[in-house]
């Protein structure tokens, strides 16, 4: 079965949001495309209650970049996005959500980041998806959408993870880059974890 994971494109990811990844926009409409290629879509949705720890807001003498520890864990602190109800949390007004079969929302647990659509950052807890795509026979996934240096690497490394055959659309996906080359970085990652790379031949 053709499957498409999407992630994360919503408003506060694009040009203008709290989070803006750059050119995050152009996903939307290669997303759009695809869609109708494939059998089933999956989006996933950063879904933050207001006092989540990952955002600077909540740690008093810290700035938005700075890594601090957050329950243990390792964190990188964000502006305030995705916040469960408001609009930057809501999937690109231009997506045609109508192609989009089922949703994973995460980033739920105010303690915990999750940028992976399968585990919060310290696997502690699944979301759920991978259950569901176990449960319909699930081998193969094409990954792709915001940001590829965050929670598009970290889902397609968990998909790898759970033993599932993933290609990173890379024509759909765009990064942060909050240091130039963190998207090779990433890329680089993702194909030393066994990620195909779209547009690449495979060795
Ligand atoms: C993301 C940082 C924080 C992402 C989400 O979607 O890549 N990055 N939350
Ligand atoms: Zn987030």
């Not at 990188?76 to 916040?83: A, E, G, M, Y």
């Amino acid at each position: 079965m053709k499957v498409l994971i999407l992630v994360d494109i919503q408003n506060d990811f694009l040009p203008g949001g709290a989070l803006a990844v750059p050119n995050g926009d152009e996903v939307v409409a290669v997303a759009n495309r695809l869609m109708p290629e494939y059998e089933l879509v999956v989006a996933t949705q950063d879904w933050h209650p207001a006092d989540h720890q990952s955002f600077a807001s909540q740690h008093d003498g810290h700035a938005v970049g700075e890594v601090i520890s957050v329950d243990g864990l390792e964190q990188i602190l964000w502006p305030d996005h995705c916040v469960q109800g408001t609009p930057g949390a809501e999937f690109a007004a231009a997506l045609n959500t109508e192609g989009v079969d089922h949703v994973i929302r995460k980033g739920t647990d105010r303690m915990i980041d999750s940028y992976s659509g399968f585990f919060d950052n310290d696997h502690r807890k699944a979301t759920g998806l991978g259950d569901y795509l176990k449960g319909r026979g699930v081998t193969a996934v094409d990954v792709m959408g915001l940001a590829t240096d965050y929670c598009v690497k970290f889902t397609a490394l968990d998909a790898v993870g759970l033993g599932l055959s993933v290609r990173l659309l890379t024509e759909g996906s765009r990064g942060v880059e909050l240091t130039p080359g963190d998207c090779n970085a990433a890329i680089h990652q993702m194909k030393e974890a066994g990620v195909r790379i779209e547009g690449e031949e495979s060795e």
